[in-house]
């Protein structure tokens, strides 16, 4: 008995195609608010290296709104949170932080409330 065999093609793999690393999106700033008797606790966490930002203004208002809002200090980007003063029962306050970098360029994060 004889077998015959035919020549098998040599396979050519599928090219290879590089696929990019997920692109994973820069953290946000985050700005906490917490009452903590007649004072509230400000914290705050930058995405960027601090040296990134001139400073950071932290602000408050009323209400909700940007509009009206009042600059209540400015302190270096290195610092990581303030307390103000707000006395006994404190109307609701809202917060924001400005975050100006190296160009003057600045960005909002907030508002919050003290809970």
Known sequence: MTIATTPVPAVTPPPVVEIPAAVVPAAQPVLNAVLNGETVKLSWTLSAPAAAYKRIEIMRNSVSAPQGRNRIR??????????????????????????????????????????
């Open 74 to 115: 400015s302190v270096r980007a290195t610092e990581t949170g303030i307390e103000d003063a707000v006395g006994p029962n404190p109307p609701t306050l809202w917060y924001w932080i400005k975050l100006i970098d190296q160009n003057d360029v600045a960005s909002n994060v907030g508002p919050v409330t003290f809970r």
